[in-house]
């Protein structure tokens, strides 16, 4: 185990690491440049910390683990809800929802309780399978067929054709409906 880092190693590890925090950061949901920010926050805070880096080979994990933290902060930080004064929004239809209901209701029931637990209960694809006792390819071929019924339907209806509304999350608030 290699204790300790020196300068010119922590400046390679920047040099071969610092685009793969801010792909990591990305693939979690991070603007590109809000991504880039906290990236280059937690290299400088993995330098002003580095004593307490216990094995050098692990500075990049270490490194993203200190990214990571910081976008928790930062959620945590930020509120949840914004109050909106003075503005006057009147609420339109889900039409989206309307329609995904009567779909919903046309599939069969062993599939809508798949999409129920997976979109609404956030389930897992393993634990769905184990409680319907088939293998977890099958169970992700169910959704997936289950999801082109639904998309196939949207495609064809061209008030739906921009894709307002994302997949999941129509099929979530129709079941929860």
């Not at 185990?1 to 400046?11: F, K, L, P, S, W």
């Not at 099958?138 to 959704?143: D, E, G, Q, S």
């Not at 997936?144 to 894709?163: C, D």
């Amino acid at each position: 185990m290699n204790i300790t880092m020196t300068r010119e190693d922590y400046g390679a590890a920047y040099e071969e690491g610092y685009r793969a925090t801010v792909r990591l950061l990305v693939s979690r949901g991070s603007a590109p440049d809000v991504a880039e920010e906290i990236a280059q926050a937690a290299w400088v805070r993995g330098w002003e910390r580095l004593e307490q880096l216990r094995d050098s080979s692990m500075v990049f994990s270490w490194l993203n683990t200190i990214a990571l933290n910081i976008v928790r902060t930062n959620c945590r930080k930020q509120p949840f809800l914004q109050i909106l004064s003075g503005v006057s929004i009147t609420p339109a239809p889900n039409l989206v929802g309307i329609d995904l209901r009567r779909i919903i209701k046309s599939v069969k029931p062993n599939d809508r309780e798949i999409l129920q637990r997976f979109y609404v209960e956030g389930f897992k694809v393993r634990e769905i399978a184990e409680q319907q006792g088939c293998t977890e390819t099958a169970l992700k071929i169910r959704l997936l067929r289950v999801r082109r019924i639904i998309g196939e339907y949207f495609a064809r209806r061209p008030s739906h054709a921009s894709g307002r509304s994302p997949l999941g999350v129509a099929v979530s608030q129709a079941i929860s409906a």
